[in-house]
Each structure stands twice: as C-alpha cells, then as structure tokens.
C-alpha cells in the first residue's frame, strides 16, 4: 500500500504555509530575483557540517562538477583521485572513471568497494573474440587495451578510492539517467550500454531496461543500507538529481520526453527515500540549473553541461546552509570562487548592476585578477560610467598579470567614445611592449581607418 509523501492536519498545514518566506513562486512583480538571471531554491537543512568535516561524492559527471567545485570552495573532499596509474592516464581525465550514471551502478561499485568477495573480477570484463581490447562497462570504457592482470590492478586501485566512502563525514549521491542496461549472464546493471560489437557476439546477454520509480527507490534504500552497515560514523547524506540531460535516448520517444521521465522519477523517488530517513537532505542543484535562464546556465557549446561558475555558485549555497561556520574555511579561496563566478554569470546574463554589486563584495580580491578588473570595466561601460572604465583598465593594465588585454580594452574604449589621438597613443605604446600583437594592431587601424 502507497505512502503519502507527508501527511499533516489541514491547521498545521496553513500554519506552517504562514511561516515559510518561500510559499509563493516568483512573479515579475514579486521575487523574480529568485529566478533571474539564475534560480536561487532554498533546501531545509536536516543536519549541520563543520569546516573541516570531508565529504565524498558519487554518481554521475555533474558529481565531479560538485567536486572540483567544494575543493575550490576550500572543503575536504576524499572522492577526488587524479592518480590511477596509466590506465587512469589513458582517458584523459581520471575521474571520468568515477561517473556513475544509475542508481543500480552506484550501488555496484559502493558493494564492490566495501565487500570485495562481492566483486566478478575477471568476468566484468567483456571480449570479443578476434578482438586485442577489453570492455569494462561499469567504468563506461569501450576499449582497454591492456591485460586482464593490468586491469585487475587497476580496479584494485579505483575500489580503494571508492572504500574511503566509509569514512567520510558526509556522502553526496547524484542520480543521473534511467536508461539503463542488464547484463543477464552477470545478474547485473551496467553503466553504459555494451558496444553493438559484443551485443552482435552475444546477442541475449544485455538488456535495456528502463527503470520505474520503484527501482529508483529501491535502489536508493539498498545505498543506505550497504552504508550504514560499513561506515565507521554515522551517515549524513546530500542527494541530488543531475541536470544534465541524455544525449540521445534508446526509448521509442522524443529524447526531449524521455529525459523528462528520466530525472521527475528520480526527483519523486527521492522525496519518499527522505521521507524515511534521518540526517538525508535533498540540495536542489537541479531546480537551481534547470529554473534559471538557459543562456546563464549552460555552457556556451552545448546544453548539456552545467556552467562552471554556476555549479560553483550552488556549492556556495551549500556551505552557506551547511557549514557550521563558514568562516573556518579556506576563506580568500572560497569567497574568491564565488565572487568571480557571480561576477560571470551576472555578466553572461547582462545584468551589469549585477556584476558591479558582486565586486564589491571583495574588491581586494577583483583588483588582484586582471579577469575580474576587465569584466568590471566592461560593466560599467554598459551602465555609461566611461570614467570609473578607464581608472578599471588602467589599474588592471598595471597588474603583473596583465598580457595586453587591458591596453587593447583602452584602445578599443577610446576609439567607441571618439577620442582618436587618445586611442593612437595607447596604439603606440601597445606596440612598444607588444611587439608580436602587430595582428590586434593592424585590424584596429583598419577597421577604424586611422592607417
């Protein structure tokens, strides 16, 4: 028999909607500053974490975006590995290794990692005969072009790194797809979906399956399981849903569709998962990317993965709800992150009040970066405030870190506000200590006839 989800009198229901700031969605005329340029949900924290407590996190790529995005932010994270030998060299990014993409293929890697009898070794490792490479599925590699006993090593390796799951203060779970794929004769999901070359050799053997918010619930309670009978303290939890979309989906459906499938099953599951469980939160990451302005949110080549600085953005958010007393961070790191990543998002959404407001929080920290004075420049050109501009670029253009952008930004200011002379004695002196920029020089003259 179902549960509702919550379940309360009709008076403490209304007394509770008096008390809650957030009740209302955001209207043009009422809180739209919740929503644009970027959506700022609010989650209810269940438990507190102190500044130098770790965290460990796991599932899809948008958890390594968490990751890189909470070491920046100054906090301990144990799930971040670089080093795996030159197996782990030979894709590229080792913690691509790490993307989990399903709730059964956390699941499968945390038991593998904490009950080591539990692990196929040899058999997790799919050949095709004729064939000099192996395919580990649950790592999402097609090709290792290495020997069984390399391999074997390596996931020694990699299963170390998950094991540090049991002492880790705090656990962040990201669920991404459910599209998923069965391996009958393992008894097992995959991460990926086999290549067709083994589906052709073994044509029985894989499955695709696409999972229900049971399984996804399920598979949640089996994780908190599998936890709390490993872990050397108690488990506190962050849950989140990934907001980066399928690429391409194997259902007979418009991916659009099934991709909204795919993350409103697991974003329901989780709900009923914390609806049972003491000291797990659900972190609206995904209401943060998915409810702000698409231009702001997404990267510029694709609309698949997250803005950096608005991951970081969320991160901030979780430190600032989280954090017992933020301050003990690495504090110039953190409020450094979070003010250049304003600062961009701000800019990218042309909310160039915006990007002025976020500076001034930590102006010592802005005119220390080249970046940040040019991208303050440019906001106060926008607002009409050519002067405090100029004072910007000059100041940014004696900064050791500067490599001419700041002088071409002179150049190019001077010649949008009609002074030429102006524009051709920074011309001058851009070509005394720029000697190899002659190209900037020589379209400059061209495109404003000053030859």
Not at 114 to 121: C, D, I, N, Q
Not at 192 to 213: G, H, I, K, M, Q
């Amino acid at each position: 028999m179902s549960r509702n989800i919550e379940q309360v009198s009709a008076k403490e229901a209304y007394e509770r909607a008096k008390s809650n700031p957030q009740r209302r969605y955001p209207s043009p005329n009422l809180g739209a500053n919740r929503l644009r340029p970027t959506a700022t949900p609010t989650g209810r924290p269940s438990f507190q974490i102190s500044p130098d407590e770790s965290f460990f996190t796991i599932g899809s790529c948008f958890a390594r975006s968490l990751e890189v995005a909470l070491i920046n932010a100054g906090m301990q994270v144990t799930s971040h590995e670089v080093d795996l030998g030159i197996i782990g060299d030979s894709r590229g990014f080792t913690p691509n290794f790490f993307n989990k993409y399903s709730v059964h293929s956390i699941y499968n890697d945390l038991k593998w990692a904490l009950e080591r009898e539990t692990f196929p070794g040899a058999d997790i490792l799919y050949h095709v005969e004729g064939k000099s490479w192996y395919a580990d599925l649950q790592l999402g590699l097609a090709k290792l072009e290495f020997s069984v006993e390399a391999i074997l090593a390596f996931r020694t390796q990699y299963l170390d790194v998950l094991a540090r799951v049991a002492d880790a203060d705090v656990v962040v779970v990201t669920l991404g797809y459910v599209e998923t794929w069965f391996d009958t004769k393992l008894g097992i999901y995959i991460n990926t979906s086999p290549p067709l070359a083994l589906v052709n050799a073994e044509p029985d053997r894989f499955e695709f399956r696409v999972l229900s918010y049971e399984d996804v619930l399920s598979g949640l309670h089996d994780i908190r399981e599998l936890l709390e009978k490993h872990r050397t303290k108690p488990l506190r939890m962050l849950l989140t849903v990934s907001p980066v979309p399928l690429l391409s989906t194997f259902r007979d459906m418009d991916v659009l569709v099934a991709n909204t499938y795919s993350k409103s099953v697991q974003r329901a599951a989780i709900d009923a998962f914390i609806r049972d469980s003491d000291n797990i939160d659900y972190f609206p990451s995904y209401e943060f990317v998915m409810l702000s302005n698409p231009d702001v949110a997404w990267q510029d080549d694709d609309f698949r993965h997250v803005s950096p600085d608005l991951v970081a953005s969320i991160m901030a958010n979780v430190i600032d709800q989280y954090i017992t007393d933020p301050t003990n961070i690495d504090g110039e790191q953190s409020i450094a992150h979070n003010v250049a990543a304003t600062m961009r998002l701000s800019a990218k959404a042309k909310d160039y009040h915006g990007v002025i407001t976020a500076a001034e929080g930590a102006p010592d920290l802005v005119t220390r970066s080249t970046d940040l004075m040019l991208l303050l420049a440019q906001a106060h050109v926008q607002i009409g405030d050519t002067g405090t501009a100029i004072d910007l670029l000059v100041d940014a253009d004696n900064l050791p870190t500067s490599k001419g952008g700041p002088l071409e930004a002179l150049i190019n200011l001077a010649l949008d506000v009609g002074e030429i002379e102006v524009a051709r004695h920074y011309l001058k002196e851009h070509e005394q200590r720029y000697p190899k920029r002659a190209g900037f020089r020589n379209r400059t003259l061209r495109a404003n006839n000053l030859g």
